[in-house]
């Protein structure tokens, strides 16, 4: 079975700017997360997307969002980027049917630099 | 406020000793514990869990223990191996909720 996938791997983006990072779950999936890791801070929970809602929220402010579609794909979108943007973005995917406590699988990552 | 915590940031080992890899949670009500493995450059790998209604759960070389009472858990590598040089994260969720993650523990095994 085929894992997670993130596109793009690496992206550079100025100040001000928005950016989209794409996530195909594994086969069977219904649920997909995201979450923002920078050095000294863990991964941070974003949001969850489940059957195209989304099911949780983290932290962070409303430049960050989110959508799944009906083969549950998600996308990220940050809008006006800042420095403090710049992290590794992680996807996870998981059955979702256990209601959170199932085990998620990460992608590689959408590494976003900021300048 | 920090939910799951690893206070050790890093940890060294010699080859074919055991590494012990701590964890410490407050929230009583989490049911899920996950350990995974981080190598740069990649993502997280699941290796690890156990339900809240176990205490220990074995796979292989590794081993974790939960210590409700104590809101501890801890992942044991027997015997280490240079390969398992990288940053572990632990986790936990509650029905409802979303994973919470420690800040990591890098492991480092010398041979």
């Known amino acids: 079975k085929a894992g997670v996938t993130q596109t793009p791997r690496y992206l550079i983006k100025t100040r001000g700017q928005q950016v989209t990072l794409s996530c195909s779950p594994i086969s069977g999936h219904r649920s997909v997360s995201w979450y923002q890791q920078t050095p000294g801070q863990g991964l941070q929970f974003l949001f969850e997307?489940?059957?195209?809602?989304?099911?949780n929220k983290g932290n962070f402010p409303g430049r960050f969002s989110g959508r799944q579609f009906s083969n549950s794909r998600s996308e990220m979108n940050v809008s006006t980027l800042e420095l403090g943007d710049s992290a590794l973005y992680l996807c996870?995917?998981?059955?979702?049917?256990?209601?959170?406590?199932?085990?998620?699988?990460f992608g590689p990552g959408t590494r976003l630099t900021v300048l | 406020d920090q939910q799951v915590k690893q206070n050790s940031p890093s940890l060294s080992v010699q080859e074919g000793r055991i590494s012990i890899l701590n964890c410490d949670y407050t929230n009583s009500m989490f049911d899920y514990f996950l350990w995974y493995k981080k190598y740069p450059a990649e993502g997280p790998t699941f290796l690890i869990s156990i339900s809240s209604i176990k205490d220990k759960n074995e796979d292989g070389r590794f081993t974790v223990f939960l210590n409700k009472s104590a809101k501890h858990l801890s992942l044991h590598i027997v015997p280490s191996q240079p390969g398992d040089s990288a940053v572990y994260f632990c986790?936990?969720?509650?029905?409802?909720?979303?994973?919470?993650f420690g800040k990591g523990t890098t492991l480092s095994v010398s041979s």
């Open positions: 996870a995917s998981s059955p979702g049917l256990a209601g959170g406590l199932d085990t998620q699988y």
């Open positions: 997307y489940f059957s195209e809602t989304q099911r």
């Open positions: 986790a936990a969720a509650q029905a409802g909720t979303a994973l919470i």
